[in-house]
């Protein structure tokens, strides 16, 4: 190993459906039919990062749209319209009727 300080980052299969926007079964499937890297540590899978990043590029997404100008991987954030769960929790105490 020529570099001894680089170590490959992983992410879970709830962390990688998220920034597919699938379930957790469809990731668990697409790392048993070999089409997304994983490794299993026991029962629990893991997926790289680099892994996932040339399973976005070989399915035609441009590095650009993975990349948000931070050199981090893209991962996918909930909107900025939809209330948490703690705008709930306020709106309802100033008396506004929520769905």
């Known amino acids: 190993m020529e570099n001894a300080t680089e170590i490959t980052q992983f992410l879970s299969v709830a962390h990688v459906a998220t920034i597919l926007g699938i379930c957790r079964p469809s990731v668990h499937a697409l790392v048993r039919r070999g089409e997304l890297p994983g490794i299993w540590v026991g029962q629990i ?7 996932l ?47």
Do not use: H, K, M, Q
């Open 45 to 51: 899978v893991r997926i790289p990062v680099t892994g």
């Open 53 to 99: 990043e040339t399973f976005l590029i070989d399915r035609g997404l441009e590095p650009s749209a993975i990349y948000r100008g931070t050199g981090l991987l893209a991962t996918a954030a909930p909107s900025p319209a939809e209330p948490t769960n703690t705008d709930r929790r306020v709106t309802a105490r100033a008396g506004a009727i929520t769905r």
